[in-house]
């Protein structure tokens, strides 16, 4: 099942890649990546949901094959617009959602302006505070301060990943490779736009998300990792007692970055959610 790649432009003319997935006609899962991902990281997920879904995976704005943009704009309200653009375009009633980290405040965030339009919800290691206190955060602060934005060789490259993401399989660790650096005149850099992203997120306050927690209208499965140290399992319970329609599983051995670390587990907790939404 390859993917076909779609472009678009929003409401600013900033052109927008899409990777989609299955038959037209499926039910429509729409796919947020996190901070520095892209749309391929979903390729995994997609092929697990299989023919009864229409996948979308969007690279978000700086992201992937996507327009970069100024880096006030690297923000929800932004990303949120980017994504309302996107349902228009492809004429989605209602469809399924699902984001990792930044992707996933902004899925929370778009649940919350728009009720009624998700068919159900999937959040993976994110919640209200995540991004602002707590080791996670604070390691992300310093990942944007430390990232280099080139790399002499590959093999630089591929020790920086294993470095900082000593749980990523073998599969994660060259998606990450193919999908969000490239050769240059000058060394191996990003795709992405480090820099503007770096600066977005060490000055940009990040959006509180007990708001949209308090305002799910839809079933939403809140997906941690096991030795996440981004989302606390005290948050989860708190996200639980607020508002009836939030589920929770925890996944054994995977870091923030649970899709990565354990996709299989993953990719079964949303498709066995989803099919469950169906029946």
């Given at each position: ?16 890649h899409?990777?989609?997935?299955g038959?037209?006609?499926a ?21 697990a ?8 995976a ?10 970069w943009?100024?880096?006030r ?17 492809l ?11 930044l992707?996933g405040?902004?899925a ?41 934005n ?6 630089s490259?591929?020790a ?27 060394g ?7 820099q ?29 990792g ?38 299989a587990?993953?990719n079964a907790?949303?498709?066995d959610?989803?099919?469950r939404?169906?029946a």
């Amino acid at each position: 099942m390859p993917a076909k790649s779609l472009f678009l432009h929003n409401r600013t003319l900033l052109s927008l890649h899409v990777l989609q997935w299955g038959r037209a006609d499926a039910t429509p899962v729409i796919l947020l990546h996190g901070l520095r991902a892209y749309a391929q990281t979903w390729e995994s997920l997609a092929h697990a949901l299989g023919d009864d879904y229409c996948v979308y995976a969007l690279d978000q704005r700086g992201r992937g094959l996507s327009s970069w943009a100024a880096a006030r704009t690297y923000c929800t309200d932004y990303y949120v617009q980017d994504l309302e653009d996107l349902v228009e375009h492809l004429q989605l009633e209602r469809f399924l959602l699902v984001g990792h980290s930044l992707g996933g405040a902004n899925a929370l965030e778009y649940a919350r302006r728009h009720p009624g339009k998700l068919l159900g919800l999937v959040i993976e290691d994110i919640g209200p505070g995540s991004s602002s206190v707590g080791d996670g955060a604070a390691r992300i602060r310093r990942e944007m301060q430390q990232t280099p934005n080139l790399f002499s060789d590959w093999a630089s490259a591929e020790a920086f990943w294993r470095s900082s993401r000593p749980g990523l399989s073998a599969q994660a660790l060259a998606s990450r490779l193919e999908h969000s650096m490239k050769q240059t005149a000058d060394g191996i850099t990003w795709r992405h736009d480090q820099q503007g992203i770096a600066e977005a997120r060490l000055s940009i306050t990040p959006t509180d998300l007990w708001p949209a927690v308090r305002a799910l209208d839809c079933p939403t499965l809140f997906i941690r990792g096991g030795r996440s140290d981004f989302l606390p399992a005290a948050t989860l319970a708190e996200m639980q007692a607020a508002n009836a329609c939030v589920q929770a599983v925890e996944i054994p051995d995977a870091s923030h970055y649970v899709h990565d670390d354990q996709s299989a587990a993953f990719n079964a907790a949303v498709s066995d959610f989803f099919n469950r939404l169906r029946a």
